[in-house]
């Protein structure tokens, strides 16, 4: 058996910081909205804008991240952002004012579409084309790590200090975490390939809009994310509302759903390698639409988990096969710009919160998830078409080159 080359320092790097990072705006971020509640008395309607603003600012930003990071170096935006979002959730401890947490949330989506873009590039520099897909398995399991730790010691902090206290020690841990990134960056030679002739960043989105391909991987991810939304917004509220113990019960789905991620998302991974990226995407969104349809008949424990499970498993698929398909399609000196405008799927995080509470309205599961299921099923038609359209580029390319 051939053997793996291992991966570079940096995407070490890279990766031990996503787990820290993770874990500190995981102990803050989830807790916004009640913090708000509680201790600044604000209206839900508002809270509601609160939380929304960040992904609504992210849609945006991201693609403008990513092309900083093409034109300008991936280390001067990851270093620029991770400090500015250090001062961001220190503000959010010392913020007394709605309208100014509002700003800060902005900006919180802000330096993540900035970052993300980035420091994904970073590590895409510094793997070979045939590890990347391993990589942002990785990468990915790293996130679902940090999700299982942080909300658990934001909530322990929170229940022994005052509330904004877990907003102070993430500002801290993004500043620590600032300064070993300016050590470890300036003792490498950045590998990125810079464009030799740069354009303005309207003519980038006018190239990166007319590649079809990019066009209909997003619009794929925009539907996987409508439903993925439901996870956070409409159903701890469909709990809540059909049964009696609705706090207890999404408590059990949200720890399994991080527990099956981390036990089962190597293992998967390595076996979906021997798939291409579109066929993992596939398999991904048909499970997301099963476990979308066991929802509907979930009445008791027993059949809630199993729903969870299922849509886990279509989660462990399709998300990091989301990065790798914009990478197979991204020229190497736009690299980031195609990750930064993927982020352009964060329209789905907006709006399914929005679709899902009005779907809840009609007081039956299976409106909700029905149509969750229906909407993420079309996101085949998406990625299958996507699909083509790079297949039809890559042989153009090759005629061309003859």
């Not at 309205?361 to 229906?374: D, K, N, Q, R």
Request: hydrophobic share 55%; aromatic share 14%; with cysteine.
């Amino acid at each position: 058996m051939k053997k793996t080359k291992s991966f570079h320092i940096l995407v070490w790097v890279i990766l031990g910081g996503t787990v820290f990072t993770r874990i500190a705006s995981f102990m803050a971020i989830p807790f916004l909205a009640l913090y708000l509640h509680n201790t600044q008395d604000v209206h839900p309607v508002l809270i509601g804008i609160t939380v929304g603003v960040a992904p609504l600012v992210a849609t945006i930003g991201g693609f403008i991240g990513g092309y900083l990071t093409d034109r300008f170096g991936r280390k001067k935006v990851i270093l620029t952002t991770i400090f500015v979002w250090s001062f961001v959730f220190i503000g959010f401890g010392l913020a007394k004012s709605i309208y100014l947490f509002i700003f800060l949330n902005a900006l919180n989506g802000l330096c993540r579409s900035f970052f993300e873009p980035s420091t994904q590039a970073l590590m895409i520099d510094f793997t070979e084309p045939n590890q990347r897909k391993r990589m942002f398995t990785l990468r990915y399991t790293a996130i679902n790590i940090a999700g299982v730790i942080g909300p658990l010691l934001g909530a322990y902090i929170a229940t022994v200090s005052t509330q904004s206290i877990p907003f102070f020690i993430t500002g801290f841990m993004y500043c620590v975490y600032g300064v070993f990134l300016f050590i470890i960056l300036n003792r490498y030679t950045m590998r990125q390939v810079i464009s030799k002739s740069p354009v303005h960043i309207f003519q980038m989105l006018k190239i990166v809009t007319s590649n079809r391909a990019l066009v209909f991987f997003i619009l794929g991810a925009i539907f996987i994310n409508i439903g993925y939304s439901q996870l956070d917004s409409t159903i701890p509220q469909f709990l809540e509302i059909n049964f009696e113990n609705g706090v207890y019960l999404y408590s059990v789905i949200i720890a399994l759903n991080a527990a099956i991620v981390i036990l089962l998302q190597f293992p998967i991974s390595l076996w979906s390698e021997k798939i291409s990226a579109v066929n993992a995407m596939t398999i991904g969104i048909l499970f997301f639409v099963a476990g979308y349809i066991l929802f509907i008949f979930g009445t008791n424990l027993p059949m809630l988990i199993v729903a969870i499970a299922v849509v886990t498993l279509g989660e462990i698929f399709t998300f990091p096969s989301m990065n790798i398909l914009i990478d197979q399609i991204a020229p190497d000196d736009q690299k980031g710009t195609y990750l930064g405008a993927a982020q352009f799927r964060n329209v789905g995080s907006f709006v399914g919160p929005i679709i899902g509470g009005w779907l809840l309205t009609f007081g039956s599961g299976a409106y909700l998830f029905g149509t969750m299921a229906l909407i993420v099923l079309l996101s085949v038609f998406f990625y299958r078409a996507g699909d083509r359209f790079a297949g039809s580029s890559k042989e153009v390319q090759r005629c061309e080159a003859l």
